[in-house]
């Protein structure tokens, strides 16, 4: 969708097919005038009459990529139930997007699918199992939206087996943009920045539709050997013996898109946590001991095994196992430090010399969204101390302004809060005001697009990034659906 620079509420086709793109009237004035245009006749039936004014931004329906019966029948079903009309057209927009405009769905013997991010044409092995995870509940519903998930664990164990290195790839081998960088590039790659949780997302994915669906079709002999894939890989970054195979440098003026000492990062005492060249952000570590992605790497490392325990995998199980113990445990020795304002806490960074990084991502894993990944109780004493510091100007990238307050990232400039992270401060807090509040900024600062963004700036919600981008929307629609089954009377109507 369109973003708007301006005042103005920018009408055009993509909205309303009558009216022309040159249009602009002002959100209030707007709202009076589109009554049920835009709405199907089912939507005009099934709505109060205050939902009527909101506009139609979805995707047109001749153009979504991909069509759920089970979800349009829950976007049908709960859109008139929310209390405040336009957290309703949000969800309405926001739960579908990935479905409506990001999936390339090959329905065959071996299901394939191939999800871009949103605006970058690309797959990210992070964002495409974040994109689609919310659907997990419904799959045993609806078949082919359970096709299409078993596609997705398909084409990311091809990816894995291609380069477990590489966080994002083409749909093809079709080069890239990066194909210079420093590092073993090939064709089907877009990206090669090495990222811990880049594999951990798709056992986390694997292990979900499993549970969700009892299917074990995608769990191939394939899967079997990426997941054996995985763990070399883990082992080979622990750098007990040599820094291993994986270097990566690019010619640039941005100091965070590479890694310094000739790629391989800043020192590390090999103490069996695992190094990350990159942080979900995509950008470059610090200290290469992510400490957020090393509890992803324990749970993910379990899931696993519980896998391969269900397949009688004797050998994989017990291998994830006993790495996913030795990573724990030096993470208990490592990663939990004392702030001097909050206490015992987990740094974001660590080396294993004793240097570390106090501050978080928008990005997840992050030490906010721990709880939401497995990696700890929302109860523990440590999580919380951590999480006031990072809610906190204790954190650099934690910002606020006049539309709101939240994490940002040194992926965007200064001030910019990610709704991302507001939306998991929500997915993670048991404290309903806070919930609320975090509803209440997600709600004004969409710039009347009807989306979420990457980040938007504290004082101006109009100055926002990547308009399109399928993450943000679909885990926004995730913590909707989440708070309408559990906590219904924060947004729902009695």
Request: charged share 20%; aromatic share 12%; hydrophobic share 40%.
């Amino acid at each position: 969708m369109p973003g708007n620079q301006d005042a103005a509420f920018l009408v055009g086709n993509s909205y309303l097919g009558d009216i022309p793109t040159t249009t602009h009237m002002n959100r209030k004035d707007f709202l009076k005038t589109t009554a049920l245009a835009s709405l199907t006749p089912l939507m005009a039936r099934n709505l109060p009459s205050f939902l009527s004014a909101l506009p139609e931004v979805r995707t047109p329906v001749a153009q979504r990529k991909f069509r759920s019966d089970a979800v349009e029948k829950l976007l049908q079903s709960l859109r008139p139930r929310f209390a405040d009309a336009e957290m309703g057209w949000l969800f309405y927009n926001c739960f579908p997007n990935t479905l409506d405009t990001t999936v390339d769905f090959t329905d065959g013997t071996r299901p394939d699918t191939f999800v871009i991010t949103g605006d970058i044409p690309a797959m990210w092995l992070r964002d495409s199992t974040a994109q689609i995870l919310p659907y997990l509940p419904l799959a045993k519903k609806d078949p082919k939206l359970k096709r299409l998930l078993a596609g997705v664990i398909n084409r990311q164990t091809d990816c894995i087996l291609i380069d477990p290195y590489a966080n994002a790839f083409n749909k093809g081998a079709t080069g890239s943009d990066w194909a210079n960088d420093i590092t073993a590039m090939k064709p089907e790659l877009h990206e090669r920045k090495w990222e811990i949780d880049s594999l951990c997302y798709p056992i986390r994915l694997a292990y979900h539709y499993w549970k969700d669906t009892g299917d074990t079709a995608p769990f191939d002999a394939s899967w079997k050997k990426a997941m054996r894939l995985v763990i070399q890989t883990f082992r080979e970054q622990q750098r007990k013996e040599n820094k291993g195979p994986y270097q990566f440098m690019r010619v640039t003026s941005r100091s965070i898109d590479t890694p310094p000492l000739d790629g391989y990062g800043f020192p590390i005492k090999p103490v069996g946590l695992i190094a990350s060249m990159f942080r979900p952000s995509d950008d470059a570590t610090v200290f290469p001991f992510l400490v957020p992605s090393n509890f992803f790497a324990v749970v993910s490392l379990r899931q696993m095994a519980e896998l391969a325990d269900a397949f009688a995998d004797v050998t994989l199980a017990a291998d994830a196992r006993k790495l996913a113990d030795e990573v724990e445990r030096a993470l208990k020795e490592y990663a939990i430090v004392n702030h001097p304002r909050f206490g015992k806490v987990y740094a974001y960074e660590v080396d294993g010399f004793g240097n570390h990084l106090f501050m978080d991502d928008a990005n997840a894993p992050s030490l906010l969204s721990m709880p939401y990944f497995g990696s700890c109780p929302a109860t523990d004493p440590i999580y919380q101390n951590t999480r006031r510091m990072v809610l906190s100007d204790a954190n650099p990238y934690y910002y606020e302004g006049k539309y709101g307050k939240g994490i940002g990232a040194p992926h965007t400039p200064e001030n910019q809060i990610w709704p991302i992270s507001l939306t998991m401060q929500a997915l993670t807090s048991s404290d309903e005001a806070e919930i609320r509040m975090c509803l209440q900024t997600l709600k004004t600062t969409h710039a009347d697009t009807g989306f979420m963004h990457e980040s938007f700036h504290k004082d101006n919600p109009k100055q926002f990034s990547r308009p399109w981008f399928a993450w943000a929307n679909t885990l926004f629609g995730e913590l909707l659906w989440k708070l309408a089954q559990e906590k219904p009377a924060l947004i729902l109507r009695s």
